[in-house]
T-cell receptor, first 113, second 113 residues
Framework: DQQVKQNSPSLSVQEGRISILNCDYT??????FLWYKKYPAEGPTFLIS?????DKNEDGRFTVFLNKSAKHLSLHIVPSQPGDSAVYFC????????????FGGGTRLMVKP | DAGVIQSPRHEVTEMGQEVTLRCKPI?????LFWYRQTMMRGLELLIY????????DSGMPEDRFSAKMPNASFSTLKIQPSEPRDSAVYFC???????????FGSGTRLTVV
């Protein structure tokens, strides 16, 4: 049973446009959400996070939106750059899971010049 | 800070052989996680240590897998005997606080032939 799902395995976007990556979760006890970015042959690196007490968190070109009623979060990248091409994982923690993160399957973003 | 250090970076072994993957977490981090990345399952948690004690090993696929953390600066993941379906990238991650999530190592790419 996948508690965190990223239904789009890949996404292609033109440079300068907005990239929107989506993530759904099923566990209502999750209260902290993160996005990680992974380049080939490297480990995932932390990108941005959001607590369930907020519905938006912004860091430069990256904004994460949380819709608790829909159990849905999204990552917006504006404007997209070729260097943003990577695999993006969303992750969640909370409730009985404590510090443990549950990851989605990842979305491969390709930003075309 | 050198980050989370994993060794080896690549391992090719024959089916039936024992494989040991190593991880040195970031000094001061009190949680350590072993993940496996595959095309089918994305990032799946294998085992989680807190203060060197295994907390959740429900993700360990079979008895062929075992993990130890003899001290705060070292952990191993052992597969014995290895099988071709164990081929994947294995990541180690460590953390101290939930904010910012985990720091991942660069991973060990395991190929069992």
């Amino acid at each position: 049973d996948q508690q965190v799902k990223q239904n789009s395995p890949s996404l292609s976007v033109q440079e300068g446009r907005i990239s929107i990556l989506n993530c759904d979760y099923t566990n209502s006890m999750f209260d902290y959400f993160l996005w990680y970015k992974k380049y080939p042959a490297e480990g995932p690196t932390f990108l941005i996070s959001i607590s369930s007490i907020k519905d938006k968190n912004e860091d430069g070109r990256f904004t994460v939106f949380l819709n608790k009623s829909a159990k849905h979060l999204s990552l917006h990248i504006v404007p997209s750059q070729p260097g943003d091409s990577a695999v993006y994982f969303c992750a969640a923690s909370g409730g009985n899971a404590g510090n443990m993160l549950t990851f989605g399957g990842g979305t491969r973003l390709m930003v075309k010049p | 800070d050198a980050g989370v250090i994993q060794s080896p970076r690549h391992e090719v072994t024959e089916m039936g052989q024992e494989v040991t993957l190593r991880c040195k977490p970031i000094s001061g981090h009190n949680s350590l996680f072993w993940y496996r990345q595959t095309m089918m399952r994305g990032l799946e948690l294998l085992i989680y240590f807190n203060n060197n004690v295994p907390i959740d090993d429900s993700g360990m696929p079979e008895d062929r897998f075992s993990a130890k953390m003899p001290n705060a600066s070292f952990s191993t993941l052992k597969i014995q005997p290895s099988e071709p379906r164990d081929s994947a990238v294995y990541f180690c991650a460590s953390s101290f606080l939930r904010s910012g999530g985990y720091t991942f190592g660069s991973g060990t790419r395991l190929t069992v032939v």
